[in-house]
C-alpha cells in the first residue's frame, strides 16, 4: 500500500506538466488555425438572388489546408470564382477548382479578384445586414464569418466582373 501512495504523489505533478506541455503544443490551437476578417457583402439590386463576397483568410496552422467547402443559412450555395480585367478593360471570371492556404499564407479576397459567389439567395440583401459564411477546412473546425452587407455602389460599374450580378445565373 505504501507504494501506491508514494506513487500517487509523483502522477500529481506529472499530471500538471502534462497539461502545461500539451497547452503549448501547436495542435492544442487547431481550433482557430484558419482565420476570417474583413469579410463584407453589397446589397442586392432588386430581382438579383446572387451576391459577392470578400474577406480575408489567413492559415495560422503549421501545415496545407485545403477547402472543402462553404455554406451559408442566406445561399443556396457558394463557390469561389477569380476575375480579372485584361489589357482592354474587359473583365473576365473563371471558377476556382481548389483552394488551398500555404502555412502562414494570407489570402484576400477582392474586387477584381477573388470573390465568393453566394447564389439562390433566401432573401435581398440590405445595407447593414450581416451574412454568416461557413468555411470548412480539412483538418479543422468549421470557420464562421459574417459578411457585412455594404450599400451597392453604381461606381464599380464597368469595372466589377459582378456589375452585372445576373451574369452569374448562366454560370457556376
Ligand atoms: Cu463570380
Do not use: C
Not at 20 to 43: D, F, K, N, V, Y
Not at 125 to 136: E, N, P, Q, S
Not at 142 to 150: C, H, K
Amino acid at each position: 500500500m505504501s507504494k501506491r501512495v508514494s506513487g500517487a504523489r509523483v502522477a500529481l505533478p506529472m499530471l500538471l506538466s502534462l497539461t502545461l506541455m500539451s497547452a503549448a503544443l501547436p495542435w492544442a490551437a487547431a481550433q482557430a488555425a484558419i482565420e476570417a476578417s474583413a469579410a463584407w457583402t453589397r446589397a442586392t439590386p432588386p430581382g438579383i438572388a446572387v451576391a459577392v463576397g470578400y474577406l480575408t483568410l489567413k492559415n495560422t496552422s503549421k501545415g496545407r489546408r485545403g477547402l472543402l467547402k462553404i455554406t451559408s443559412p442566406n445561399a443556396e450555395m457558394i463557390s469561389l470564382h477569380q476575375s480579372s480585367v485584361d489589357a482592354n478593360g474587359v473583365s473576365h471570371m473563371w471558377p476556382i477548382a481548389k483552394l488551398e492556404l500555404e502555412p502562414g499564407e494570407v489570402m484576400k479576397f477582392a474586387p477584381n479578384g477573388r470573390h465568393l459567389m453566394l447564389q439562390g439567395l433566401t432573401s435581398p440583401l440590405r445595407k447593414g445586414m450581416h451574412i454568416a459564411v461557413t468555411f470548412v477546412f480539412e483538418d479543422e473546425d468549421p470557420v464562421t464569418v459574417e459578411l457585412e452587407v455594404q450599400p451597392l455602389v453604381d461606381e464599380h460599374a464597368g469595372r466589377d466582373a459582378h456589375a452585372g450580378h445576373d451574369a452569374h445565373a448562366d454560370h457556376h
